[in-house]
């Protein structure tokens, strides 16, 4: 099965059941544990899920509407990092 495919079949199953273990998972998608743990963690990296020992959820409500005041401090420095590369791209304006 395709990654994107099985990654795809595995968050449809955790959005319906909304908590499962890596053992179910791998049973029911009929692929090896370590191949879901793989999958998990990419699915968590796109915050799609939230991962426990053993096992993921689905994330709350409540953290899928993280504030603006956190938001806006996350990922700092590469944030400057994109206005400063944005700012050499505007022509300075003759006068």
Known sequence: MIKSMRQNELAGFLREKQCSNVKEISEVLNVSPATVRRDLKALESQGLVRLFHGGAMM?????????????????????????????????????
């Open 59 to 95: 994330p709350s409500h409540d953290e899928l509407n993280v504030p603006l005041s956190i938001r806006e401090n996350e990922n700092a420095s590469l944030k400057i990092r994109i206005a400063r590369k944005a700012a050499k791209m505007v022509p300075t304006k003759a006068s």
